[in-house]
């Protein structure tokens, strides 16, 4: 049973950066990030496929990028140049191996384990 833990959340003011980091994730599998805003859908924000390819949101590209570390056990997401709007609770996913999700649109659906979320906040 895969048991993912993000970290990283806080406080940061517009134009800041953070960096998410969630684990403990499996050589092979595909992982993504998604968030969620107070009263708002969860929507699909970076995923990263086990052949190293990826995908984001149309509203964070240029500014966030997903990757792993050498040992393929954490999970990043940096995200830099942050808006008001990305304020949400930003949730770890991911997908075994023979489950290849969609990439667009990202759908949560798709992934079978999740974190419990980080918050961020961005003033």
């Known amino acids: 049973h895969v048991q993912l833990v993000e970290s990283g959340g806080g406080l940061v003011q517009a134009g800041g950066s953070l960096q998410l980091s969630c684990a403990p994730t499996y050589s092979g599998y595909h992982m993504a990030w998604f968030r969620q805003a107070p009263g708002m859908q969860r929507e699909g924000v970076a995923v990263?496929?086990?052949?190293?390819?990826?995908k984001y949101a149309d509203s964070v590209k240029g500014r966030f990028t997903i990757s792993h570390d050498n040992t393929e056990t954490t999970v990043f997401l940096q995200m830099d140049g942050l808006k008001p709007e990305d304020t949400a609770m930003y949730f770890c996913?991911?997908?075994?191996?023979?489950?290849?999700?969609?990439?667009?649109?990202?759908?949560?659906?798709?992934?079978?384990?999740w974190g419990q979320g980080t918050q961020v906040t961005v003033s």
């Open positions: 996913a991911a997908s075994p191996p023979h489950l290849r999700p969609q990439l667009a649109p990202m759908r949560p659906g798709d992934f079978r384990y």
């Open positions: 990263l496929l086990s052949d190293d390819s990826t």
